[in-house]
Structures are given as structure tokens and as C-alpha cells.
């Protein structure tokens, strides 16, 4: 496609459910990230992937994240059993093998836990 | 532990000044630098990437980089009020994927 496209926009759950985060990179980018924004805090890295590599799962803060790509393609986060402190933007980027020119980000999942 | 250290703000600069974002960075693998400028409510889109020490221009944003003092530093000239965001600073380093962000410096142009 001609950007980063993440599903749903915006999505409330009620604590303990668990969510799915969507997103679908640019066409031809082998490399997928996904961040996550506090309110009015930085990004914090979750996890990345590069072709057919093992994810780089090293951000991703607890058990109850975890995310997988689809043939190179299209990437799920799932988060289960969902805390208020889950509550946040969800971004999600996408690059040309190595980041040279840096990412594209998609628009975000705004994910709020009540 | 790999950090990104910026200047929270705000950065308040008038109309058609020169307003200057600096940056600094722990490691000193760094490879490639970035600065995304990031719109309230929005994602970060990138501005401006740089590699080798010295400038980059592009149009009214100039990087400048250091790697000795592990300094990189982004110069928006004639700043105009649309240019009023959160700068990010991003760093990655080579051989790898992730990248490090600062926290961002918001600014503020006043007409």
C-alpha cells in the first residue's frame, strides 16, 4: 500500500480481555517495528522484525505481549489480559532492510483499558 | 543500556528565528541519526536522517553531527508557526534494526 496501516484507530477494552493490534507495512519495506507512546512520553520499542529473521522481542514488557508477521507481510501485537498501565498508542513503522532512511510510521492504535 | 537524551522543553522561538534542537546519545556505535518531527495527535514522520559528521541541509532544516562529542543537532531556519511540534532525535546503530529514541523536545514558533 502507499503507508502504514494500522487497525482499529481506536479501541476501549475493559481490563482482563484481551485485544489485537493490526498492521499492514508499505509494500517492498522487509523490516517491521512497533513502538508504544505514553501521553506525552517518548516511544518505547516492543519488537522488531526483518524478513525471515527471529523477531527481536527484547522491548516487549511482559509476557502478555506478543506479536507475530505473517508472511513477511501483515503483523498482529496481541495483548492479553489487559492492564490500565497497557493503556496508550500503539505505533507501528516500517522500513527497507536496515532502517538507513528511517521508518514510516503507521497512524496508531489508541488503546485505552477501563 | 543504549539512551537518547533531549531537552523536554518547550522551545518557544518567534516567527523567522533560527530555532536549534540539540541531541545527545550514550553509544558510540551509533551509526545513523534521525530527527522526526511529531504533531500533536499524530505519528512521527521523518525529517531529516544523517550519517557522516558535519552538516546536511535540506531546504530550512540543517542536521549538524558530532560524533566525537556524541552530539547531533537539528537548525530549522525562518521558523514558521506550522513548525511547531515535538522533535524527536532517533539513533540506531550499526548492524542493528532497533532504533532509540529521545523523548522529544516540543517547540513553539510564535507568529
Known amino acids: 500500500g502507499a503507508g502504514v496501516s494500522q487497525s482499529p484507530s481506536n479501541k476501549v477494552t475493559e481490563k482482563g480481555k484481551d485485544v489485537e493490534l493490526r498492521c499492514d507495512p508499505i509494500?517492498?519495506?522487509?523490516?517491521l517495528y512497533w513502538y508504544r507512546q505514553s501521553l506525552g512520553q517518548g516511544l518505547e520499542f516492543l519488537i522488531y522484525?526483518?524478513?525471515?529473521?527471529?523477531?527481536?522481542k527484547s522491548g516487549l514488557p511482559s509476557d502478555r505481549f506478543s506479536a507475530e508477521r505473517t508472511g513477511g507481510s501483515v503483523s498482529t501485537l496481541t495483548i492479553q489480559r489487559t492492564q490500565q498501565e497497557d493503556s496508550a498508542v500503539y505505533l507501528c513503522?516500517?522500513?527497507?532492510?536496515?532502517?538507513?532512511?528511517?521508518?514510516?510510521f503507521g497512524s496508531g492504535t489508541r488503546l485505552t483499558v477501563v | 543500556q543504549k539512551e537518547v537524551e533531549q531537552n523536554s522543553g518547550p522551545l518557544s522561538v518567534p516567527e523567522g528565528a533560527i530555532a536549534s534542537l540539540n541531541c545527545t546519545y550514550s553509544?558510540?556505535?551509533?551509526?545513523?541519526f534521525f530527527w522526526y518531527r511529531q504533531y500533536s495527535g499524530k505519528s512521527p514522520e521523518l525529517i531529516m536522517f544523517?550519517?557522516s559528521n558535519g552538516d546536511k541541509e535540506d531546504g530550512r532544516f540543517t542536521a549538524q553531527l558530532n560524533k566525537a562529542s556524541q552530539y547531533v543537532s537539528l537548525l530549522i531556519r525562518d521558523s514558521q508557526p506550522s513548525d511547531s511540534a515535538t522533535y524527536l532525535c532517533?539513533?540506531?546503530w550499526g548492524g542493528g534494526f532497533k532504533t532509540i529514541f529521545g523523548a522529544g523536545t516540543r517547540l513553539f514558533v510564535k507568529a
Open positions: 509494500s517492498g519495506h522487509t523490516a
Open positions: 522484525f526483518q524478513g525471515n529473521s527471529a523477531p527481536d
Open positions: 513503522a516500517s522500513s527497507y532492510t536496515g532502517a538507513q532512511g528511517g521508518y514510516t
Open positions: 544523517i550519517y
Open positions: 532517533a539513533v540506531n
Open positions: 553509544d558510540r556505535g551509533s551509526q545513523s
